[in-house]
């Protein structure tokens, strides 16, 4: 079969499971515009470790990983069974990059997993496999993880990186919702710029170059899944379509990003 795609998703609030607005509408268009995968790798922002953990749980629980919100959130479960086949091959190719590893059996679904799988895939009947990240190490670590696993992508498994575009929490307390942040759209035009150029270089130095990094992201988690989903694109050239999910909150960007390349030079 053709490769797949690799995807970056800004999963937004844990609300968005039950306000899906414009970002419900993109996801489930982009899924039927792709091939069914057998299998998901999503590497989630809400997954932090010091080395890289694969979730092999057979069926993982979904996990409500945040406090606060209305009942019905709390209510709500995505019942995909896991792939521990797939975990172990994913673990194989990120120990043949050189990259320590270990396996999880009892990771559960966090938010940024089972959030956009119910838009992606509602149905909850692809199995997945949740992978985390490792902030600390910088976003070429994520790169490079990402072309790890990205043989995975010929043999039917979708890699998706799941976190925000931007991504500033100081600005959910005491913020005009109606009112846009200032950084928001010119740190969201420089990373599409930087990709439509194919400016891998930019995008991993984002902090020293971007307008506003510190504002749209004053810690790396959130957005080192967007260098997991470049890296699982291609070692070489790719394509980079950008799905404009809208701004939510006034300071929270929901761009969707689709790469498309070569799983090999």
Excluded at 113 to 142: E, F, K, N, T
Aim: net charge negative.
């Amino acid at each position: 079969m053709n490769a797949l795609p690799s995807l970056f998703i800004s999963h937004g609030s844990p609300m968005t499971a039950l306000e899906p607005k414009l970002t419900g509408q993109r996801l489930a268009e982009l899924a039927r515009a792709l091939p069914r995968p057998r299998a998901i790798v999503v590497a989630s922002a809400h997954w932090l470790s010091h080395a890289p953990l694969v979730g092999a749980a057979a069926q993982p629980q979904t996990v409500h990983d945040f406090g606060g919100f209305p009942p019905a959130l709390y209510a709500l479960q995505y019942p995909a069974p896991g792939a521990p086949e797939v975990a172990r091959r994913a673990a194989e190719l990120i120990a043949q990059a050189g990259l320590p590893v270990q396996l999880d059996p009892g990771r559960g679904l966090d938010h940024g997993v089972w959030v956009p799988l119910r838009m992606l895939y509602p149905q909850a009947d692809i199995p997945v496999v949740p992978l985390s990240i490792q902030p600390r190490l910088g976003p070429a670590h994520q790169l490079a993880l990402g072309r790890a696993l990205a043989p995975l992508r010929e043999e039917g498994v979708l890699l998706i990186g799941s976190g925000s575009i931007t991504h500033n929490l100081h600005d959910w307390r005491g913020a005009d919702p109606a009112v846009e942040a200032p950084y928001v759209r010119p740190f969201i035009g420089w990373v599409e710029q930087q990709l439509q150029r194919g400016d891998v270089d930019a995008l991993l130095d984002y902090r020293r170059q971007a307008p506003y990094a510190e504002q749209a992201h004053p810690t790396d988690e959130h957005l080192q899944p967007l260098h997991f989903a470049l890296g699982a694109a291609s070692a070489g050239a790719f394509t980079a379509q950008r799905l404009d999910a809208g701004i939510e909150m006034g300071f929270l960007a929901m761009d969707i990003y689709r790469f498309d390349g070569p799983c090999e030079d």
